[in-house]
């Protein structure tokens, strides 16, 4: 809590680059940073973590922050149980509150077909000795009342869901600057800005080892060099004529802003004006919401925006021109009650 209103620096200020260290680790995300972190534990200090924009400025800082071990293969699922028990003790570990609240995950199920692949996953878990089970509408909406679970006419009905209790979210930036001050603590240097552009090799192809890393700041010579670089690694082991049977793909979440009130948001498909005109009859009733081409998202927040100038109109009045960001508002509404 203190940390809140703390003057020091969390970590050194970034010095020279050395011309040589026992271990250098390229990427600044939470593989990099963690690495360092528990190689302090070992007594291996002279450590260089090279990043090439900001620590964190890769997925690390990036995700949707859910910690959990449910996975669906036996070794995933074992592998994460391990990582997730890290996590239980890691704010303690690092004297940094990270935010992290064992809040349960539920991931849901909208046809037959995934009711059966969650109840197997549920399965696999168990046998690994991990919390998790097959849940049913009224145990959701009990667990988050805010669901719908007995809509009739939702897009995608609610089955069930596999729970997974220890399931959580962690602060994602929290595990970042946590680990970077641990690491720095124990010793390693974190250079932000620092761009790995290729390395160098002793002895021949078959045999031979990385010994030096050129970066935009120089080239530094190195004892061992870990990739921790996620969505780049292929292109780094490329640096070290490792190839990597490894293809990124590009993954996407949208973020809202952290506010309580809720829109209901109903997108329209690209349908024909002929369509159109013989839907509009059924907005009237609300009944239009029950159309296939016709989808309801909640949302706090909704960009509006057209490929032309268009008026924007709130009950029957215009209030504004596109592009429009409407957002919901804790406490705007005001009600009259009887006493
Ligand atoms: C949208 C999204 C949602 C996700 N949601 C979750 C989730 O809810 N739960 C979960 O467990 N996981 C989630 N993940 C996955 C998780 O974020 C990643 O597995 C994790 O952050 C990877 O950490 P990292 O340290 O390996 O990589 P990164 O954090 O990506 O760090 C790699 C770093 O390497 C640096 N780098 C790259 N090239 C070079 C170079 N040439 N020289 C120097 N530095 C370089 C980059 O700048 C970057 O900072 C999500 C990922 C995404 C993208």
Known sequence: MLDIFRKRRMWRRQSELKSSYDVVIIGGGSHGLATAHY???HGIKDIAILEKRYIGSGAAGRNTTILRSNYKTPEGAKFYDASVKLYEGLSQ?????????????LTLAHADRAMFVMANRAEVNRIQGIDSRLIYPDEIKELAPAMQVDNPHATYPILGALYHPPGGIIRHDAVVWGLARSADQGGAEIHQNTEVLGME????????????VKTNRGTINAGQVLNCTAGWSTLI???????????????????TEPMKPLLDVVIVSAISRARFLTLLPTVFKGEHVQQPSVLVRRASSVRI???????????????????????????????????
């Open 305 to 339: 925006s057209a490929d032309r100038p268009f008026t924007m109109y709130a009950d029957g009045d215009p209030v504004a021109t596109l592009p429009v960001t409407v957002r919901a508002l804790p406490r705007a509404v005001r009600v009259m009650v009887p006493a």
């Open 201 to 212: 090799r002793s002895g021949g192809r078959a045999g031979g080892r990385i010994t030096k």
């Open 237 to 255: 082991s490329d640096m070290a004529d490792v190839p990597l049977p490894i293809t990124t793909h590009i993954l996407q979440a949208c973020v």
């Open 39 to 41: 190689l302090r534990e």
């Open 93 to 105: 570990d690092l004297n940094f509150n990270l935010l992290f609240s064992q809040c349960g995950h």
